[in-house]
């Protein structure tokens, strides 16, 4: 029955507005950020803040890239489906909190990463740009890898390469009045808000499907409850992503 309401609700639609957490990228193999399975031995507040980084960036490189950085993971059908959705004409827009690009490897051409990138890295003083690969190449063949030699004028600390993601204590592109103006824009014109694999419960992203229309239904698939479960015109299957997809692909 709820297949079917979410289905009926996802073929009306042209500008659905998806947001994505770690519930879809752990169908690729993924390890969550949270939960009692996931990758934190201490706080993520702690290691992923830009003092952290600054404090101790070999430390941290190190476990960005034994831990966020996954250039073998695959897309799995949640991602597939999306964008198939997407050239169909029914998503309109993807926003993710997810760093592992694996809406874009899928296909996906419209994507807000909210959280950043781990794919690149970026001098903080400068700008030149590091692919992920180029930095696990220095991380294992330079003593002070994460210094960038093309601004050798200015402190080491502003040379310094961070990897293209959002940390604890930092801004990043769409963390700006411009950035949330768009994005709220995006929801805001939205016949229908669909949520994958995220609790919303992190600030600002759990923040988001408030900004719907007044009759514009929301759609829930995750295997754990969220705050919006009870909300008015919301259908909520707690359920594996890529199998509940699959259901409603098939009704489609």
């Known amino acids: 029955m709820k297949f079917a ?13 998806v947001l994505t957490g770690a519930g879809i990228s752990t169908e690729s193999g993924i390890k969550d950020f949270r939960s009692r399975t996931g990758i934190y ?9 830009l003092d952290y980084f600054f404090k101790n960036p070999k430390e941290f490189y190190q476990f960005a890239l034994e ?19 997407e050239k169909d004409g029914w998503v309109g827009q993807v926003i993710t909190q997810n760093i592992d690009g ?20 970026s001098c903080l003083n400068c700008g030149e740009t590091y692919t992920a690969e180029e930095m696990l190449h220095r991380y294992r063949e330079m003593d002070e890898f994460y210094v960038c030699g093309e601004c050798e004028t200015r402190k080491e600390r502003d040379r310094f390469i961070k990897p293209d993601v959002v940390l604890f204590g930092d801004a990043g592109e769409w963390f700006t009045p ?3 103006s768009t994005i709220l824009g995006r929801i805001g014109a939205a016949d229908c808000v669909l949520v994958l694999g995220t609790s919303l419960k992190v600030v600002p992203f759990s923040s988001f499907p408030q900004h719907r229309g007044p009759d514009v239904p929301l759609i829930i698939i995750n295997k754990d409850e969220t705050p919006y479960d009870h909300a008015h015109n919301t259908v909520v299957i707690h359920d594996s992503i890529g199998k509940t997809l699959l259901e409603i692909e098939k009704l489609l």
């Not at 309401?5 to 009306?12: G, P, V």
């Not at 695959?74 to 964008?83: D, K, R, S, T, Y």
């Not at 051409?109 to 909210?114: G, L, N, Q």
């Open 41 to 49: 031995k201490m706080a993520p507040e702690y290691i992923l803040s």
């Open 5 to 17: 309401k979410a289905a009926e609700i996802i073929a009306k639609s042209n500008s659905m507005v």
């Open 67 to 85: 831990n966020l950085y996954h250039p073998d993971a695959q897309p799995n059908v949640g991602h597939e489906i999306l964008a198939k959705w």
């Open 178 to 180: 411009e950035g949330f």
């Open 102 to 121: 694996l809406h874009q490897k899928a296909g996906s051409r419209e994507v807000i990463e909210f959280h950043g990138s781990m794919n690149t890295a």
